[in-house]
């Protein structure tokens, strides 16, 4: 498996405008992490003002989700550590209580969380990128990692949906998924949901990739 180095500095991987994501009221993120340093405020994955995976500001050894300046869900203190892969998710459900709407799992098992509860749906940020690894608006900087395996779904994932797919190479579920993207073609960043948001990256190198074998269900 492959994945693409982030620096830290300035590289990041832009998915584009991608329709359904603004204003919706299901959704789930997920992708392969190897952080190489932690530092507070520091984008994973989002669109501008909404960060589906971020450290958070205060933060560096947490990941968080939120919208700036209105709503912020975190992780436990060290739940993010450098050194080695893991598996990040982040689902959103409109139709539960505002305290039960996010959920972050780690390798499949979800955090408890802190922080302020959103609204019944997510913000719109018109019709900039989804980002990977870069600097969005709800924080600061870009992250030092390694980076694999990224999927996106309007749709909210159960538990047992998402460490299926955590141990998968290949999407398990096809349904509203919107973004796939193993990063297994150099730093070409193509997309393999169907939905043509084949990324372009900016700086990030390939490098070996998670421990997840293609076949897997």
Not at 91 to 97: A, F, L
Not at 103 to 131: C, F, H, M, R, W
Not at 142 to 163: C, G, S, Y
Not at 200 to 208: C, E, I
Request: hydrophobic letters at 45%; a negative charge.
């Amino acid at each position: 498996m492959c994945a693409l180095d982030a620096d830290g500095v300035d590289d990041f991987i832009g998915h584009g405008d991608i329709p359904g994501v603004d204003l919706a009221a299901n959704l789930t993120a997920m992708l392969w992490l190897y952080a190489d340093a932690l530092n507070a405020g520091e984008g994973i994955f989002g669109k501008q003002n909404l960060g589906y995976l971020y450290t958070p500001g205060a933060n560096a050894d947490r990941v968080g989700a939120g919208q700036s300046a209105v709503w912020e869900k975190t992780t436990p203190a060290a739940s993010l550590v450098t050194g080695a892969w893991a598996h990040w998710a982040f689902t959103y459900d409109g139709s539960q209580p505002a305290a039960d709407r996010v959920l972050i799992y780690k390798d499949g098992v979800s955090q408890t969380l802190a922080g302020t509860n959103p609204g019944a749906t997510l913000s719109d940020e018109g019709t900039l990128a989804v980002e990977v690894g870069g600097s969005l608006n709800v924080v600061a900087g870009f992250i030092d990692a390694k980076i694999a395996h990224v999927r996106l779904w309007t749709a909210t994932l159960t538990p047992a949906q998402v460490f299926q797919e955590m141990n998968s190479a290949r999407p398990v579920r096809t349904a509203d998924l919107v973004l796939a993207a193993p990063y297994d073609d150099a730093t070409n960043a193509a997309d393999y949901s169907g939905a043509k948001n084949t990324g372009a990256v900016t700086g990030a190198l390939q490098v070996a990739g998670p421990p997840v074998s293609y076949g897997g269900d």
